[in-house]
């Protein structure tokens, strides 16, 4: 099942979205993330965010895995052009045009039919009778987890991020 998302009115040209998206197509929505971080290039962040948005769709609405998400489709489209003019030679005026992008994503299962347990699933509300338990019995809850056959999600330490930690341009 397909999981969409998109970014309207990101204020850079379509062709440098596009350089950076022609990377990520086809490939394992995590890889992307980590690809994604270590690329200096300015629609690096919007392309981040819009991406981890995707991945909240696919797990909070329909029960997906991230482990098993995959980049179907990285479409970059032309958006709105917001047309500027500068004073030329002669009395001229120059027409300036500062280009919009219009970004969607598709994401899709890699093992079709792999959802997490329903029993592991958050609820937005707690029932009445768990709001009055006691201290001890919220502290003994553990953290939900993900049925997955992908394999073991690696957490990438946070001195790698530091040491590779540049400023965006």
């Not at 179907?72 to 300036?96: H, S, T």
């Not at 500062?98 to 039919?113: F, N, Q, Y």
């Amino acid at each position: 099942m397909e999981v969409k998302a998109q970014l309207n009115g990101l204020r850079i040209a379509p062709r440098k979205v596009r350089a950076i998206t022609n990377l990520l197509k086809n490939k394992n929505v995590i890889h992307a993330l980590n690809q994604m971080e270590f690329l200096m290039r300015r629609p690096v962040l919007p392309l981040i965010k819009l991406l981890n948005s995707a991945i909240a769709n696919a797990e909070n609405n329909l029960d997906m895995v991230k482990d098993n998400l995959y980049i179907k489709e990285f479409l970059v489209d032309e958006g709105v052009k917001l047309k500027r003019f500068r004073p030329k030679a002669q009395g001229r005026a120059g027409e300036i045009q500062k280009k919009t992008s219009r970004i969607r994503v598709v994401l899709d299962e890699r093992v079709a039919g792999l959802k997490r347990r329903a029993s592991e699933k958050s609820p937005h509300r707690r029932p009445a009778e768990e709001a009055g338990k006691n201290e001890s019995a919220k502290t003994e809850t553990k953290k939900h987890q993900i049925q997955t056959e992908l394999g073991k999600k690696s957490n990438v330490g946070g001195i790698v991020k530091r040491l590779f930690r540049r400023k965006q341009i």
